[in-house]
């Protein structure tokens, strides 16, 4: 059975990868010249090629021991993204970045989300880091383990305190990983290529943690 393990990517290979956001378009070209495109999926997904971050002979090693532990393509696991991990791009997490909730005087637990703009659907945010998560309420910043507390398997922060007030703004800020598997049940190394400067395709895709 497929699982999510809570464990992360080695760091200094994720650091090197590229790649980025994909989404999904059909396009249909008409006899007239002209072209219909219809958009497949409702929100982008992000798929890596970690082979580029790989830097030694340690760092295959160390790939190749993850990729034993993740089954191949069987178990999700935790990626750090080198180009958006943090609610705050390029800075540190405020508790006042984004918006994750308005209170109703009833709701005290709130999913962490990312609102992407007007014209994009808000990114859900279901693997952040422990203990860089931060919460405010109004404005207010509250203390992690007094007043909220935050599950970094799932995203889900829960006031400890009474539910807010309708109209009250919930916002948080936090770091974060993104959750993939391995898009391959076969890791192609050769050392003799390595050597020569060859680097190995190491893809990995997005997934639904909970999927």
Same mark, same amino acid.
């Given at each position: 059975?497929?699982?999510?393990?809570?464990? &992360?990517?080695?760091?200094? $290979?994720?650091?090197?990868?590229?790649?980025?956001?994909? *989404?999904?378009?059909? !396009?249909?070209?008409?006899?007239?010249?002209?072209?219909?495109?219809?958009?497949? *999926?409702?929100?982008? &997904?992000?798929?890596? =090629?970690?082979?580029?971050?790989?830097?030694?002979?340690? %760092?295959?090693?160390?790939?190749?021991?993850?990729?034993?532990?993740?089954?191949?393509?069987?178990?999700?696991? &935790?990626?750090? %993204?080198?180009?958006?991990?943090?609610? /705050?791009?390029?800075?540190?997490?405020?508790?006042?970045?984004?918006? #994750?909730?308005?209170? =109703?005087?009833?709701?005290?637990?709130?999913?962490? #989300?990312?609102?992407?703009?007007?014209?994009? +659907?808000?990114?859900?945010?279901?693997? +952040? !880091?422990?203990?860089? !998560?931060?919460?405010?309420?109004?404005?207010?910043? /509250?203390?992690?383990?007094?007043?909220?507390?935050?599950? +970094?398997?799932?995203?889900? $922060?829960?006031?400890?305190?009474?539910? @807010?007030?309708?109209?009250?703004?919930?916002?948080?800020?936090?770091?974060? =990983?993104?959750?993939?598997?391995?898009?391959?049940?076969?890791? %192609?190394?050769?050392?003799?290529?390595?050597?020569?400067?060859?680097?190995?395709?190491? +893809? /990995? $895709?997005?997934?639904? @943690?909970?999927?």
């Amino acid at each position: 059975m497929a699982s999510f393990i809570e464990e &992360r990517f080695p760091l200094g $290979v994720a650091f090197g990868a590229s790649g980025g956001p994909e *989404w999904r378009t059909e !396009v249909v070209a008409l006899a007239s010249g002209a072209e219909r495109r219809n958009g497949r *999926w409702a929100r982008s &997904r992000r798929r890596y =090629d970690a082979g580029t971050g790989v830097r030694s002979l340690a %760092d295959l090693q160390a790939v190749a021991a993850f990729f034993e532990r993740a089954r191949g393509r069987l178990h999700g696991f &935790r990626f750090r %993204d080198p180009f958006d991990n943090c609610s /705050l791009p390029g800075g540190e997490p405020t508790a006042f970045d984004c918006r #994750i909730g308005t209170g =109703d005087g009833t709701a005290t637990a709130f999913p962490l #989300i990312r609102p992407a703009g007007a014209d994009a +659907p808000a990114r859900a945010i279901a693997k +952040p !880091v422990g203990g860089t !998560v931060r919460v405010a309420l109004d404005g207010v910043e /509250l203390a992690e383990g007094a007043e909220f507390a935050c599950d +970094p398997a799932s995203g889900l $922060v829960t006031l400890l305190g009474a539910a @807010p007030g309708a109209d009250v703004a919930v916002t948080a800020g936090f770091r974060f =990983d993104v959750p993939v598997r391995f898009d391959t049940d076969r890791l %192609d190394m050769s050392l003799t290529h390595f050597e020569a400067g060859r680097v190995p395709t190491i +893809p /990995l $895709v997005e997934i639904d @943690p909970d999927g």
